[in-house]
């Protein structure tokens, strides 16, 4: 039991993690090329911002998910 419980808060502590880094990623390419994007009534570095941070945490959470599981299966 505990290590399951071990093995949810690793993902979604990685999930954080990648989607911390996606959202400055998004954030530095919003203010450089993305000056017109509207996403959920914000524009431009805000809005790249969010949609990193969003894309991030997925990444984040199916690539530990998947690496963890992987390995505990091993």
């Known amino acids: 039991?505990?290590?399951r419980v071990l093995h949810i808060t690793?993902?979604?502590v990685i999930g954080?993690?990648?989607g911390i880094i996606g959202l400055f990623i998004?954030?530095?390419l919003g203010g450089n090329f993305a000056t017109q994007f509207v996403f959920n009534g914000?524009?431009?570095y805000e809005a790249t911002?969010?949609?990193g941070f969003i894309l991030g945490a997925l990444i984040g959470l199916i690539s530990s998910w998947?690496?963890?599981s992987k390995r505990k299966s091993s």
Do not use: E, N, R, T
Request: charged content about 5%.
């Open 1 to 3: 039991m505990a290590k």
């Open 10 to 12: 690793s993902v979604i």
């Open 16 to 18: 954080f993690v990648f």
């Open 26 to 28: 998004g954030v530095q």
């Open 42 to 44: 914000v524009q431009g």
């Open 49 to 51: 911002g969010q949609i």
């Open 66 to 68: 998947w690496f963890l």
